[in-house]
């Protein structure tokens, strides 16, 4: 009796994933969380491993990896994340570039560029707290082949 | 007297946050342009179900020692349920040995703070009921004295635990989470205890004087030129504030210059910025006083001085 919702199940998800590779440039999202553990050298090694119990005040990472799996460079790449509702996002990622951030969806820039407006009409500088979504543009074309990935820092509100 | 608010357990001003079993779902948005024209697609969906975070807070509603009597006593204390998940609440009490008897736990079905014999009913099976992320319900434990139970003071211990689990905090309990996910242990252990001091009869704060005498011979001999070292510890059951100590030099007696001390601590004999003085004339002729200001609830503060036979 089980079977059959099981394979209904398979064959959504590999639906979904020929859609997401459908053109030449292929990104994979994922929800990852910090893992530390302690190296050989008595460091502390700092891993990203997927979360099984995140709750409310957990740190974190959101990976978008990407790659240009065609045979032409691709110009103009723009990457969007809107956040979902329940995250907040703190920083980028260390080793990631910035992204572009937004407090209404429209208007993108660093943070410190943005301001938020008040019920009252009157307007306050922008804090992570405001952050609807982030934004990367690549600056140079991504030459066939070539691939990267952007990450940013978040808490689960 | 304003005495300040002791707080029976540490606030947690962590809002109760997402619920348990939310599922998070992230879609990124990409364009590019390709052979000269624009193109947009999506990301992979990637989603994580929100863990349930087992926390739980139980505080008493006042503060100070409780006295008890033969009538019911009851003592009001408030349950949050600071999980972000719908949790129950395994609820004991106990007193330990001494002048009081605990009749019930049970819960304030109205809140009024008062015992209502008729709608306050223990918990079935010791536990709450279902309770929603940060909601409180009021529990009132109901005590009586111990007949022949003596003036030996008690403590009324209750407890609340969370049903999922509880233990040390970042304990799993894999699946056990509202939604499917896991239930992880939260900051405060989702354990709470709350004690309360009770008695016969109110304790106010006690002052005890003691004397010992130390005579030029080094025997305990109350002649001339003896000094007596006179001890007073004032015990405070309660936080109080503006608290002061005075005591009258023992008339055939004079005071030692500079030997107040509090705590240990030496006081000067002038008026000025330190806690103590001594007054060469006051209505009750020479004495000293020391000022303690704001006491701590359960604190003892001990003032000494000299004074020399004549």
Redesign the interface.
């Given at each position: 009796m089980i079977t059959r919702p099981m394979i209904a199940a398979v064959l959504v998800a590999t639906a979904a994933a020929a859609s997401a590779a459908a053109g030449p440039l292929q990104v994979s999202s994922s929800i990852l969380v910090e893992a530390r553990s302690a190296a050989a050298d008595g460091t502390t090694r700092v891993t990203l491993v997927k979360p099984t119990k995140v709750t409310p005040g957990d740190k974190v990472i959101f990976v978008l990896a990407y790659r240009n799996s065609g045979a032409q460079p691709l110009a103009n790449v723009v990457l969007d994340n809107p956040l979902p509702r329940q995250i907040a996002y703190r920083s980028a990622n260390p080793g990631s570039p910035a992204p572009d951030v937004s407090v209404d969806g429209k208007t993108y820039g660093s943070l410190a560029t943005l301001r938020v407006r008040s019920p009252d009409g009157s307007t306050r500088a922008a804090s992570p707290n405001d952050v609807t979504s982030v934004r990367w543009r690549l600056a140079s074309p991504l030459a066939a082949g070539s691939q990267g990935q952007f990450a940013f820092q978040a808490v689960l509100k | 007297m304003p005495q300040p608010l002791l707080a029976q357990t540490p606030t947690i001003a962590?809002?109760?946050?997402?619920p348990?079993g939310?599922p998070?779902?992230?879609?990124?948005?990409?364009?590019?342009?390709?052979?000269g024209t624009?193109?947009s697609?999506?990301?992979?969906?990637?989603t994580?179900i929100?863990?349930?975070?087992l926390d739980v807070a139980l505080v008493r509603d006042g503060q100070g020692a409780i006295v008890v009597s033969a009538q019911p006593v009851a003592i009001p204390l408030t349950l949050t349920n600071l999980d972000?998940g719908a949790e129950s609440f395994v609820l004991a009490a106990s007193v330990s040995p001494g002048m009081a008897t605990l009749r019930a736990l049970v819960i304030d079905t109205d809140g009024d703070g008062f015992y209502d014999p008729a709608k306050d009913v223990a918990p079935v099976d010791g536990k709450t009921p279902l309770l929603a992320p940060g909601q409180s319900i009021k529990l009132l434990a109901i005590l009586v004295a111990t007949p022949e139970g003596g003036a030996t003071n008690a403590v009324l211990t209750v407890t609340a635990r969370s049903m999922t689990g509880s233990g040390a905090t970042g304990n799993?309990y894999p699946s056990a989470g509202d939604g499917g996910?896991?239930a992880?242990v939260?900051p405060t252990g989702a354990l709470a205890t709350v004690s309360v001091p009770l008695g016969t009869a109110l304790a106010g704060p006690v002052l005890l004087k003691s004397q010992s005498v130390r005579a030029a011979d080094g025997s305990q001999t109350a002649v001339r030129d003896a000094v007596i070292t006179y001890t007073l510890e004032a015990r405070f059951t309660d936080a109080v504030t503006g608290a002061r100590i005075a005591d009258p030099i023992p008339v055939g007696t004079v005071f030692v210059p500079g030997s107040l001390t509090l705590d240990g601590a030496p006081l000067s004999d002038g008026v000025d910025d330190d806690a103590g003085r001594f007054d060469p004339s006051t209505a009750q002729g020479a004495g000293i006083t020391v000022a303690l200001g704001r006491v701590a609830a359960g604190s003892i503060h001990t003032v000494q001085f000299k004074a020399k036979i004549q």
């Open positions: - | 962590t809002p109760i946050g997402t348990a939310t998070i779902v992230n879609t990124a948005g990409l364009r590019y342009d390709a052979d624009s193109q697609t999506s990301s992979n969906t990637v994580i929100v863990a349930e975070r972000n799993v996910g896991d992880v939260g």
